[in-house]
């Protein structure tokens, strides 16, 4: 009796194993990466509770998996963006300040073209400068963060983006006082690669100098301001975020990595309003993208690359009025950042895991 049971145990593990090897993961139609650069879960938990008070929805919550991410470097238990961006979107972890890079200085694969050579559109949107570590991070390659020239030049030879959003005009020259361009601006050479370029609010600059490849605006000197200091007439990021997806042809399978950057600038600083009206602000462009994207055909991650500012919430009422809340540094702290998932292919993520699984599990969807 013992020899059948066994058997019978025997039998039913391995087919439970075979079953779950073979079984197809939904593959999804969109998959939509927000990057929330800074925010912590204390952060995120904070912006749960300014939703309450503001009359908006805590869209953080409709998610399924919630998950804990590691993020520390080949070389720093604290990351930096530029590291952080490598391992989040090209699948490695490497040394702090290097950008596409592994530890050994070998250029890594970009989720930007593997998107693009499944055929799908391909879109990058960020309230801060396209130099910037985050967005640098999918289409650059350095062992400096800082080297604005190779970052530069990288977004030129690129072929993959269809649409770019970003700030940043002065770096590639456009006179900051009268907007023009200057002889040498970089933009001519984005024209020349293909590129609709367009400028502050989306206004027009230059048309694409050969066959069309995408759109690109640079709709600000540097990084937008802050959403509590913006000027007149000036979009909140929610609405620049629309602007950018409607560049796009609806009949494509879309990839896009929309970054919600200056929560970490305002963190840097400890800058109490804005980094309130920064977190409302992801809340709102969370809920644009679940309504934008059809839940049962995308795949959604809202993660945060690291902290930035140590906060600590110390009284208030669960409505979200008369918060109190600390700041404990000016830089990045080495904890768990949030990393939330929901839709097709969400199974893949659990639990606890760094962040630099989350493109190879993303690539095994696809196989």
């Known amino acids: 009796m013992k020899q059948i049971f066994s058997f019978l145990l025997i039998f039913v593990l391995s087919v439970s194993l075979n079953f779950a090897g073979t079984t197809e993961l939904n593959k999804p139609e969109n998959v939509i990466i927000l990057v929330c650069d800074g925010m912590g879960f204390n952060h995120m938990y904070f912006s749960e509770l300014l939703t309450e008070k503001n009359g908006i929805k805590p869209a953080s919550r409709e998610f399924e998996n919630i998950c804990l991410g590691l993020n520390y470097t080949s070389d720093s238990l604290v990351t930096d963006s530029a590291a952080a961006a490598t391992a989040i979107f090209r699948g490695s972890m490497t040394k702090a300040g290097y950008l596409g890079l592994n530890p050994e200085k070998e250029e890594l694969e970009s989720i930007g073209s593997f998107f693009k050579n499944m055929g799908w559109s391909v879109s990058i949107i960020t309230n801060t400068a396209y130099y910037d570590a985050t967005p640098a991070g999918i289409y650059a390659t350095s062992t400096s963060r800082d080297d604005t020239e190779k970052i530069t030049n990288d977004l030129i030879k690129n072929d993959f983006i269809d649409v770019l959003i970003a700030g940043g005009l002065e770096k590639l020259g456009v006179n900051s006082f009268t907007g023009k361009l200057k002889k040498n601006s970089s933009l001519n050479a984005l024209a020349e690669n293909g590129y609709e370029i367009l400028g502050i609010n989306f206004s027009y600059l230059l048309p694409p100098k050969t066959t069309k490849k995408g759109t690109m605006a640079f709709i600000s000197m540097g990084n937008m301001n802050f959403e509590d200091d913006k000027l007149e007439g000036e979009l909140a990021f929610s609405e620049v975020v629309k602007e950018g997806l409607d560049l796009l042809d609806n009949d494509e ?115």
């Open 253 to 367: 399978n879309v990839f896009a990595m929309i970054e919600c950057g200056r929560i970490d600038d305002a963190c840097h600083i400890n800058d109490d309003e804005s980094l309130k009206a920064e977190l409302l602000e992801f809340q709102r462009v969370l809920n644009f993208l679940l309504e934008r994207f059809p839940t049962d055909e995308t795949l959604f991650i809202v993660l945060s690359d690291h902290e930035t500012g140590g906060i600590c919430l110390n009284s208030g009422f669960p409505d979200g009025t008369n918060i109190l809340f600390h700041w404990g540094s000016f830089d990045h702290t080495a904890s768990y950042v949030p990393i939330l998932v929901k839709g097709n292919g969400s199974e893949l993520f659990r639990g606890i895991f760094h962040i630099e699984e989350i493109f190879p599990n993303i690539k095994k969807i696809f196989e």
